[in-house]
C-alpha cells in the first residue's frame, strides 16, 4: 500500500466469524464493496486462510505477521518467500497483538523491500513511528493506541491529537498512514480522512458486525 490512496485494511485476526468460509466469505464481501466505490479493499486472513483467499478474491491479500527469514530451518516461522510464490502481496509488521524488537522489525522490513513485499508498519504511538522511521523507511504506517483497539471508541473521535502528531511525523517521508482501534461507524472513517489519515486499519468493527458487508460500505462511502 505504498500509494496514498483510499484504503480499508480489515485484519481478520482469529475471530470465530473470519475463520475458513466465513473468510472467503468476508473476503467477497470486500472486494464486491471495493468493486462498486472504487476503496482500495485489503483483507488480512488468519495463515490457515490466506492461500485459499488470495485464490478466491481478487484484491490484496496480505498476512498478519512475517519473519526476516529465507529459505531454511525455520520450523514454525511465516516466510517472507513462501508468501510470495502463494500470491500474498503484503504484510502487517509488528502489530499491537504481535511485537516485535525494533531490530527484528528493521531487519524484517528489510527483507520484504527486497522481495518487493507490500508492508505496513503498526505502531502505537508518533514517538514509535518517529523513532522506527529513523532506522528504516517502511511502505506504510498504521497507528493504533493499544488501549482503544476492541473498544468501539474511535482513535479519530477519541484521540484525533494522536492521528494530526502522526502525520507530521510521517510527512516528511511522503508515508502512507492509516489509523486504527475503535472504529465502528462510518462517521469514525470520515473524520479520521478529515484529519489526514489515509485510511483505515480494522478488525471487530467489521469482522463481529452483523451484516459485515453492510458496514464495510458504511466505511468505504465516508472515503
Known amino acids: ?33 471495493s468493486n462498486e466505490t472504487g476503496v482500495n479493499i485489503i483483507v488480512a486472513p488468519s495463515l490457515f486462510d490466506i492461500v485459499n483467499t488470495a485464490k478466491t478474491v481478487g484484491i490484496p491479500v496480505y498476512s498478519q505477521h512475517v519473519d526476516p527469514i529465507s529459505y531454511g530451518a525455520y520450523t514454525g516461522h511465516v516466510s517472507p518467500n513462501h508468501l510470495k510464490s502463494a500470491g500474498i502481496k503484503g504484510t502487517l509488521v509488528n502489530h499491537s497483538e504481535k511485537k516485535l524488537p525494533e531490530e527484528i522489525i528493521i531487519k524484517t522490513i528489510n527483507v520484504l523491500r527486497e522481495l518487493d513485499i507490500d508492508h505496513i508498519l503498526c505502531v502505537a504511538t508518533p514517538d514509535e513511528a518517529d523513532t522506527l522511521i529513523k532506522n528504516v523507511i517502511p511502505n506504510s504506517i ?5 488501549e482503544l483497539i ?34 465502528v461507524d462510518g462517521k469514525d472513517v470520515k473524520k479520521a480522512i478529515e484529519l489526514g489519515a ?26
Not at 480499508?8 to 472486494?31: C, P, R, T
Not at 498504521?142 to 493499544?146: G, Q, S, W
Open 150 to 183: 476492541g473498544t468501539g471508541r474511535a482513535i479519530s473521535q477519541e484521540k484525533p491529537e494522536v492521528i494530526i502528531k502522526a502525520i507530521e511525523v510521517v510527512s516528511h517521508f511522503n508515508i502512507p498512514l492509516l489509523c486504527g482501534a475503535g472504529v
Open 1 to 33: 500500500m505504498a500509494s496514498h490512496i483510499p484504503t480499508i485494511i480489515i485484519n481478520f485476526k482469529s475471530y470465530q466469524e473470519s475463520m475458513g468460509q466465513n473468510a472467503i466469505q468476508l473476503a467477497k464481501d470486500a472486494e464486491t464493496v
Open 198 to 223: 489515509n485510511g483505515i486499519l480494522v478488525a471487530s468493527g467489521i469482522v463481529k458486525a452483523k451484516i459485515p458487508i453492510d458496514i464495510i460500505r458504511d466505511f468505504a462511502s465516508n472515503m
Open 142 to 146: 498504521a497507528i493504533e493506541p493499544p
